[in-house]
């Protein structure tokens, strides 16, 4: 059974950072694409960023509104996934899920998601 | 980036009927889409991927449809644990988009 368990969430105050982490179990790690997706207090969801796998060297892509404060990483040795964020905003509000992706027809569509771990950006 | 208009927003219905949910792409993404459910203080859940699969698990009233960049989800006959919010979200290019959401409540 895949299971996501995302943590490192709470408070910070703008302009601080803070490191998420999900730990993946019952899967081949590095074969898959992992994204984060977010989720404001009562908002939709939006797409944060991916990783994708080993044959792809791990690259990474970014939402617009995250580019160049978060980074993705990834341990496939220790099943894995973290989000770097720094520079939080106000706007980065919101519950973090981690998510594990399949390929199907020539995209990779997030078929596992975490619980989530609330983030909370305020002084 | 492509948009995402999911209609309607808001749907008022009762067990038994046929609901039907609509998400229109702004430009060409194949079948490169996917449905989730979302029930409140949860994780979305995945119902449709590619557009018109079917996830494992997933009671066979959900279905998926395409025309186009028109894409439908149709739940043929509501039951109580379908009132929720349903989020469509497109995987062909980056950005990675959703609509905005359309939360079926109980009429």
């Known amino acids: 059974e895949v299971q996501l368990v995302e943590s490192g969430g709470g408070l910070v105050q703008p302009g601080g950072s803070l490191r998420l982490s999900c730990a993946a179990s019952g899967v081949t790690f590095s074969d898959y694409y992992m994204d984060w997706v977010r989720q404001a207090p009562g908002k939709g969801l939006e797409w944060v960023g991916r990783?994708?796998?080993?044959?792809?060297?791990?690259?990474?892509e970014y939402a617009a509104s995250v580019k160049g404060r978060f980074t993705i990483s990834r341990d496939d040795s220790k099943n894995s996934l973290d989000l770097q964020m720094n520079s939080l905003k106000t706007e980065d509000t919101a519950v973090y899920y981690c998510t594990r992706s399949e390929r199907y027809s020539n995209a990779w569509f997030p078929i596992f998601w975490g619980q989530g771990t609330l983030v909370t950006v305020s002084s | 980036d492509v948009q995402l208009t999911q209609s309607p927003s808001f749907l008022s219905a009762s067990v038994g009927d046929r609901v039907t949910i609509t998400c229109r792409a702004s430009q060409g993404i194949t079948s490169s889409l996917a449905w989730y459910q979302q029930k409140p203080g949860k994780a979305p859940k995945v119902l449709i991927y590619a557009a018109s699969t079917l996830q494992s698990g997933v009671p066979s009233r959900f279905s998926g449809s395409a025309s186009g960049t028109e894409f439908t989800l149709t739940i043929s006959s509501l039951q109580a644990e379908d009132f929720a919010t349903y989020y469509c979200?497109?995987?062909?290019?980056?950005?990675?988009?959703f609509g905005g959401g359309t939360m079926v409540e109980v009429k």
């Open positions: 979200q497109q995987l062909r290019t980056f950005p990675l988009t």
């Open positions: 990783s994708r796998n080993k044959v792809y060297s791990y690259t990474t």
